[in-house]
């Protein structure tokens, strides 16, 4: 099938938008080969627009708000955010699926996800098999470390402020209540204390390579 065989009336597409990035709208007819523009209205205030290029598809109703984001059927900038906007907005749900990365949206307060009866549902559990969160991922590298006896990398990373040590924390809380212990480690306390002087480097190491540009 020909991509253009895609945009027919009716159509529903994503649009750039200055305020909110990204804004829903649908074809007004159908896109032929060789046509200079595409004729939309715009959702949000049915107003009838004409772009160049061709718009990213939206995804059906039926997909959004999956758990994993490589089950949408267009895995693009604009469904990618709409779909992480939903269930964090409208399903407070701050971890999703990308694969194997796990992607975190930072609540900016405390919530009820990290308690010991959490870590008993996730263990022995595989990735997928409940709603993702950060006790999935080390519960799978915790599991292959048993089983295999090889080294497991976790690799957080994200910008500052966005939850990173707190999820380092959370991880290596997991580990120790599996390995025995479910009271806070020392490992947990030098994760925390640390966390000042790793974000003075991050910092620091941002603006060298800013300025060697």
Known sequence: MSIYELYVKGARVWIPNQ???????????????????VHLEVEADLQKREIPDLPPLRNPPILIGQNDLTALSYLHEPDVLYNLQVRFCERQKIYTYCGIILVAINPY?????YGQDLIRAYR???MGELEPHIFAIAEEAYTKLERENCNQSIIVSGESGAGKTVSAKYAMRYFAAVGGSESETQIERKVLASSPIMEVMISLSANYCMEAH
Request: proline letters at 0%; aromatic letters at 8%; hydrophobic letters at 35%.
């Open 124 to 126: 022995g559990h595989s």
């Open 19 to 37: 305020e909110n990035v990204w804004e829903k709208a649908s074809l007004l007819r159908d896109f032929n080969r060789g046509d200079n523009s």
């Open 109 to 113: 307060k405390e919530m009820a996800l």
